[in-house]
């Protein structure tokens, strides 16, 4: 399978009720966290930030620049962007976490179900194993993020690096979940490396599908005012869009693991030795 092929077969996919409701309680996790710490930590926030441009000789130099290239409301907006600038990212990687611990493994079983209904469950991965994957993955991306964090001030790359990064975390993570039931240890080795570089565009594509909630701030200084609300909307976008992703990459996983199956079918036993009879007792001389 291709992965337009699995693209279009997730899109019909996304299209059933029961994929959303599986996503409510991802969504519902991540609004709920997103919203609490707006509540406690976003006027905490604005103030921290606004007393450390204070202190940079280099804040009043920027302001100026602002207000002689006519943006002087940009003056006021500049705590909140850097508060939201800070905090996307965060929900983010919220999302993703979300959706592939908490959604990802039923999508899977579904797509498995719907798709491949003689797929059989070969050691399948336990909650713990998949924890462990997950939080191992996110480690090395939020240490590759922030080792390339400097490199975002050139602009071509803050528009390269971040999607990359988020592309890498998400094939890591989503092709792993739609593999974890069904396939075993070497199994989920030979699909992912058979198909590494398919994995990686689907994960690069996410990585930029990621960035459409970043439209929310081009609505202007509205948008950082109500920044609490549009990080709420934002986080409710990502979810959505990793669902999508999720059901993409069990598409793709899961006929890989099919035709791998199919390629190599189990060995057969051999068959149990027959225990030859003993001759009978001749006559007695």
């Known amino acids: 399978m291709t992965?337009?092929?699995?693209?279009?077969?997730?899109?019909?996919?996304?299209?059933?009720?029961?994929?959303?409701?599986?996503?409510?309680?991802?969504?519902?996790?991540?609004?709920?966290?997103v919203g609490a710490l707006a509540w406690l930590l976003w006027e905490p926030s604005l103030d921290a930030v606004r007393a450390l441009v204070g202190r940079v000789e280099i804040s009043d130099g920027v302001l100026r620049w602002l207000h002689d290239a006519g943006w002087p409301q940009w003056r006021a907006m500049l705590a909140p962007i850097v508060v939201v600038v800070l905090a996307l990212p965060l929900v983010l990687l919220a999302s993703l976490l979300a959706v592939a611990l908490l959604a990802g493994p039923a999508i899977a079983r579904h797509v498995a179900g719907r798709r491949y209904p003689g797929l059989v469950v070969n050691q399948g991965c336990t909650a713990v194993r998949r924890l462990l994957w997950t939080?191992?993955?996110?480690?090395?991306?939020?240490?590759?993020?922030?080792?390339?964090?400097?490199?975002?001030?050139?602009?071509?790359?803050?528009l390269v690096l971040p999607p990359l990064i988020w592309g890498w975390l998400a094939a890591r993570v989503l092709s792993y979940?739609?593999?974890?039931?069904?396939?075993?240890?070497?199994?989920?080795?030979?699909?992912?490396?058979?198909?590494?570089?398919?994995?990686?565009?689907?994960?690069?594509?996410?990585?930029?599908?990621?960035?459409?909630?970043?439209?929310?701030?081009?609505?202007?200084?509205?948008?950082?005012?109500?920044?609490?609300?549009?990080?709420?909307?934002?986080?409710?976008?990502?979810?959505?869009?990793?669902?999508?992703?999720?059901?993409?990459?069990?598409?793709?996983?899961?006929?890989?693991?099919?035709a791998l199956r199919a390629a190599s079918p189990p060995p057969v036993p051999p068959a149990a030795p027959v225990a030859l009879e003993s001759p009978l007792p001749g006559p007695a001389s």
Not at 135 to 158: D, H, I, N, Y
């Open 177 to 258: 979940h739609a593999l974890a039931h069904h396939a075993a240890p070497d199994e989920r080795r030979r699909v992912r490396r058979g198909r590494r570089g398919t994995l990686w565009l689907m994960g690069l594509a996410t990585g930029y599908l990621a960035l459409l909630p970043a439209l929310l701030w081009s609505l202007g200084s509205v948008a950082f005012v109500l920044a609490p609300f549009f990080l709420l909307a934002a986080a409710a976008l990502f979810v959505a869009v990793f669902v999508f992703a999720a059901a993409w990459f069990a598409h793709l996983a899961l006929a890989e693991l099919a």
């Open 135 to 158: 939080l191992g993955s996110t480690a090395a991306a939020v240490l590759a993020l922030g080792l390339s964090l400097p490199l975002w001030l050139v602009p071509p790359l803050a």
């Open 3 to 33: 992965l337009f092929e699995a693209f279009w077969r997730a899109l019909a996919t996304v299209t059933q009720p029961r994929i959303w409701a599986w996503a409510l309680l991802p969504l519902a996790v991540v609004l709920v966290a």
